[in-house]
């Protein structure tokens, strides 16, 4: 009796706690109360196969990153309702083809949800998301999500894997250009603004497609910047930097997580219970599904944590992992696992009701044909109207690294223009890596943006130069003759659009093959030389930035590329960008990011030898987080602070005036960092912590303040618990995170 009384305890405490797990965090409206009755309803019905064919994911004919499946077992999988999305199924007729199968077949009729990577935009693309974050415009960036996902809804698909909320600290990593930068607190800004944009205010709401927070967690944290290598880093980096904007991700309401190809700590993270059940489903109380990356269920066999697939599943499983992307291996293996009691039914049944939760938000039950509309997919794409936010997003993405002597802007009346590079002329490269169903054919090159720009009377020469890659300088010959005729001479140089995204990794991070010494032959001319940057990632550009005049960074824009880079050529647009992440000086300084910590002996002069710094090179930069110029110049007074004693439970206010003092009107990024001067644990030498974009018309001055709360100044202390800590901070205000006014508070109980 007492045994079974214990027994009963036992069983209630599991069942309330795992029950609790997913709802303790959440207030479920009576919506969300409805849609838990049919799930329940639901799975009461399906059988085992059933459920673990929700929990399947293949891949269509599209776009895929890895070996595509025979077909033919994937058709019967989806007429049996064994397979609960399909990934890479272009266009909605072809998603209707398929829904239609499993519709009209399955004894369930469980709808299909589809996927895709829609990245920077469907078919109008705008900036990669790394350039994109440089605009510092969160309404502009929630604004291209939104298109993007009008515009996918409208060709049949439901969810996108984006975004990508991975901190990168190291540019040799290709999917640098797929985030925000390196830093957490506005990659948790950006990340939010893209979820906004892709879910809408709900996910009902026509044009409204599921995000995804990848890759969960540290993808971007892989050793020595090599694409799938290992991450080892503190609990205390994972959370404080890592995982902040996934947690970003979830308060604006992310639908799904994608887990990712790394270790952390000795285990994959697709087979990660503490990162999965304990700090997602359990700690964040997260109620979407959580998707495996492409294969990377059957990869922890490659990472030696698993003996084979069938294992690889069942790790995967029990840590939380509700579906598989293309191993195959929970098809394979999860009904006998559950049958020799490896993988509990409950595991399997709270993975299909996190997944069935989602299609129910989608209002896919409903309508399984949501989005399958061929004629609206024609009416959508490449509108005019997505295509004036694509020129407005790009122009915004661009930094002006360099403008001596105010090389630039240049006048549209200029008598003969040379516009020199492997990139000037090149469609495809202008919507770089990741662009879903966009077309170079769509897209404008900076060639193309100038004849447009400039007046009918200027003379426009154009050659390539040279190769992006190779070691021919053959060419170099007409376009050196060509620069001698012209009265300014614009070079498109960089990488490829293709150089950076998955599986990009480079050791070396310069300007491949011959472009520099095509620069270097085109100054001699003595031509005003301005250069235009394409690339996906931070370049070492010392050589560039120290002989050329102007150094424009323009990314990989999308569709409006040419266009956007001439309105900022000529002036029509002031240029208002900051980089999202530093540019290093040598390749030898990665990772190197602004808020890193101070050491026990910071380099003060370059007298003591003793101190944290190289022998070779500079500890600084090239051009620091957050740097970017104007056309015009704006000068920062003093800081006011409301007070210099802030209590925990009060707030300080951080005045200051910003004035324009050029000669155009100008935005300009106002940044707000601080630094905690001694803690429990050490503290990085400057925080972001907040920032506004002001346009200031030229001889204004704009008050801006700031409030800083103590929960902006809590991070894990030494238990590990998110607080303030009484103490001394100094807080910075200014143009980029190492130009700043300074001021000193102290934060008392
Ligand atoms: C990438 C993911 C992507 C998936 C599907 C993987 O290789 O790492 O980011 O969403 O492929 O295309």
New binding site residues.
């Given amino acids: 009796m007492r045994t079974s009384v214990i027994y009963l305890f036992v069983f209630c405490l599991i069942a309330f706690s795992s029950c609790n797990q997913e709802s303790n965090k959440v207030k479920l409206t009576n919506e969300d109360k409805t849609i838990e009755k049919k799930i329940d309803d639901l799975l009461s019905k399906m059988t085992l196969e059933e459920k673990i064919g929700q929990m399947n994911q293949y891949?269509g004919n599209g776009?895929?990153?890895?070996p595509i499946k025979a077909r033919e077992k994937d058709i019967e999988d989806l007429k049996k309702g064994y397979v609960g999305s399909m990934?890479?199924v272009i266009g909605a007729e072809n998603t209707r083809e398929m829904q239609k199968l499993v519709m009209e077949n399955s004894r369930m009729k469980i709808p299909l949800i589809f996927?895709?990577?829609v990245i920077h935009g469907y078919k109008t693309i705008f900036p990669i998301p790394l350039g994109e974050a440089a605009s510092w415009d969160l309404d502009a960036i929630e604004q291209s999500a939104r298109i993007a996902a009008i515009e996918a809804s409208a060709a049949g698909i439901h969810w996108t894997?984006?975004p990508?909320v991975d901190i990168a600290r190291d540019p040799r990593w290709g999917?640098i250009m797929?985030g925000a930068g390196e830093d957490p607190y506005y990659g948790s800004l950006v990340a939010k603004a893209r979820i906004h944009g892709f879910q809408g205010k709900s996910l009902k709401d026509d044009g409204s497609i599921v995000a995804?927070a990848?890759?969960f967690a540290a993808?971007g944290c892989a050793e020595a910047g090599r694409d799938y290598n290992t991450v080892d880093i503190s609990n205390r980096v994972l959370h404080e930097i890592y995982l902040r904007p996934f947690k970003a991700a979830l308060e604006a309401g992310v639908g799904t997580f994608?887990n990712?190809?790394n270790e952390i700590d000795g285990t994959p993270a697709t087979g990660n219970s503490y990162l999965v059940q304990e700090t997602l489903k359990g700690e964040w109380g997260f109620r979407g599904f959580v998707v495996s990356?492409?294969?990377?269920i059957g990869e922890m066999v490659n990472h030696g944590i698993a003996k084979d697939k069938g294992e690889a599943a069942m790790i995967a499983a029990n840590a939380g992992n509700d579906m598989d992307?293309?191993t195959s291996a929970y098809r394979d293996s999860l009904v006998s696992l559950v049958k020799a009691g490896k993988v509990k039914e409950i595991t399997i049944d709270k993975a299909v009701r996190r997944v069935l939760r989602i299609k129910f938000q989608l209002g896919l039950f409903d309508d399984p044909y949501k989005y399958c509309h061929p004629e609206k997919e024609k009416s959508q794409l490449l509108s005019p109207e997505h295509i004036k936010a694509a020129r407005e997003g790009a122009r915004k993405s661009i930094v002006l690294l360099k403008n001596e002597n105010n090389t630039l802007p240049l006048k549209i009346d200029v008598r003969t223009i040379a516009v020199i590079g492997p990139l000037a002329d090149s469609k495809i490269d202008m919507i770089g890596g990741?662009s879903a169903q966009g077309e170079g054919k769509d897209a404008v090159t900076l060639l193309e943006g100038i004849k447009t720009a400039v007046s009918s009377t200027t003379n426009i020469l154009y050659t390539k130069g040279c190769d992006i890659w190779g070691d021919s300088s053959n060419t170099f010959k007409v376009a050196i003759s060509l620069a001698k005729q012209a009265d300014v001479v614009v070079m498109a140089i960089g990488e490829s659009g293709t150089m950076s995204g998955?599986?990009r990794s480079r050791a070396n991070i310069n300007i491949p093959g011959k472009q520099e010494d095509l620069v270097r032959e085109i100054l001699k001319t003595g031509k005003p030389v301005v250069i235009v940057l394409m690339n996906g990632r931070p370049l070492t550009i010392n050589w560039l930035a120290g002989n050329v005049p102007a150094i424009l960074e323009s990314w990989f824009l999308g569709s409006q590329a040419g266009n956007a880079i001439a309105d900022v050529l000529f002036g029509k647009y002031n240029p208002s960008g900051k980089l999202p992440v530093t540019f290093p000086y040598a390749v030898g300084q990665i990772p190197i990011y602004y808020n890193h910590k101070n050491t026990g002996r910071p380099k003060v002069d370059n007298i003591n030898p003793y101190c944290s710094k190289y022998t070779d090179i500079p500890n600084e930069p090239l051009f620091p987080f957050g740097f970017g110029l104007s056309y015009t110049t704006f000068e920062y007074s003093t800081l006011k602070l409301s007070t210099n004693q802030m209590k925990m439970k009060d707030s300080l206010t951080v005045s200051l005036t910003v004035k324009n003092t050029g000669q155009s009107d100008g935005e300009e990024v106002v940044q707000l960092y601080i630094r905690d001067l001694v803690g429990s644990v050490t503290r990085p030498v400057k925080e972001l912590k907040g920032f506004r974009k002001v346009m200031i018309k030229t001889g204004e001055s704009k008050d801006i303040s700031f409030t800083l709360k103590s929960s902006d100044l809590a991070f894990y202390t030494k238990d590990m618990s998110f607080k303030a800590e009484s103490g001394d901070f100094k807080v910075f205000v200014g143009t980029n995170s190492d130009d700043c006014k300074e001021a000193s508070f102290s934060l008392t109980e």
């Avoid at 776009?63 to 890895?66: D, E, F, H, P, S």
């Avoid at 990356?293 to 990377?296: G, L, V, Y």
């Fill in positions: 891949t776009a895929a990153t890895g990934l890479n996927g895709l990577d894997f984006a990508m999917r797929e995804c990848k890759h993808y994608m990712s190809f990356d492409w294969n990377s992307m293309e990741w998955e599986a």
